[in-house]
T-cell receptor, first 112, second 113 residues
Framework: DQQVKQNSPSLSVQEGRISILNCDYTNSMFDYFLWYKKYPAEGPTFLISISSIKDKNEDGRFTVFLNKSAKHLSLHIVPSQPGDSAVYFC???????????FGAGTRLFVKA | NAGVTQTPKFRILKIGQSMTLQCTQDMNHNYMYWYRQDPGMGLKLIYYSVGAGITDKGEVPNGYNVSRSTTEDFPLRLELAAPSQTSVYFCASHLGQGVSEQFFGPGTRLTVL
């Protein structure tokens, strides 16, 4: 039973446009959410996070939005660049915990 | 800092062989993890450790063993390799509970034939 779901296996976007990657979760005990980025033949690297007490967190071109009532979060990348082409993992953590549950990932292609 | 390092990068095993995947971190992190990633799937937690001498099972521990004799090292042992263990294995660490993110190694691609 997947507790963190990324229903889009892939997404293709034109350079300069907005990329929106979506993530849904089922467990209301999750209170901290993270996005990781992964290039081929490398390990995932942390991108941005958000606590459940917020509904938005911004870091440069990257913004994460959290809708707790819908159990949904999204990552916006504006403007998208070819170097953003990677697999993006959504992840969630329990209250007071340290184990992280990962989604299956969305592969983003940014076309020049 | 080298961060999290893993060896080997690639390995091919025959069914029934055993091997150890090495993981070392130089950030003095207490928490360390082993994940496997199968195609089209997220990262599944195999084992984790909250400090030297303390390990516990994750979501998919069958067929694996770990030890944590030092803060820096967290090796993963496969005793009797099976084709179902063909995967990419990632080691990760982080400082502790709370909001700190995990740091991942580059991964080990294992094929069992």
């Amino acid at each position: 039973d997947q507790q963190v779901k990324q229903n889009s296996p892939s997404l293709s976007v034109q350079e300069g446009r907005i990329s929106i990657l979506n993530c849904d979760y089922t467990n209301s005990m999750f209170d901290y959410f993270l996005w990781y980025k992964k290039y081929p033949a490398e390990g995932p690297t942390f991108l941005i996070s958000i606590s459940s007490i917020k509904d938005k967190n911004e870091d440069g071109r990257f913004t994460v939005f959290l809708n707790k009532s819908a159990k949904h979060l999204s990552l916006h990348i504006v403007p998208s660049q070819p170097g953003d082409s990677a697999v993006y993992f959504c992840a969630a953590r329990y209250t007071g915990g340290f184990k992280t549950i990962f989604g299956a990932g969305t592969r983003l292609f940014v076309k020049a | 800092n080298a961060g999290v390092t893993q060896t080997p990068k690639f390995r091919i095993l025959k069914i029934g062989q055993s091997m150890t995947l090495q993981c070392t971190q130089d950030m003095n992190h207490n928490y360390m993890y082993w994940y496997r990633q199968d195609p089209g799937m997220g990262l599944k937690l195999i084992y984790y450790s909250v400090g030297a001498g303390i390990t516990d099972k994750g979501e998919v521990p069958n067929g694996y063993n770990v030890s944590r004799s030092t803060t820096e090292d967290f090796p993963l042992r496969l005793e009797l390799a099976a084709p179902s263990q063909t995967s990419v294995y990632f080691c990760a660490s982080h400082l502790g509970q709370g909001v700190s993110e995990q740091f991942f190694g580059p991964g080990t691609r294992l094929t069992v034939l």
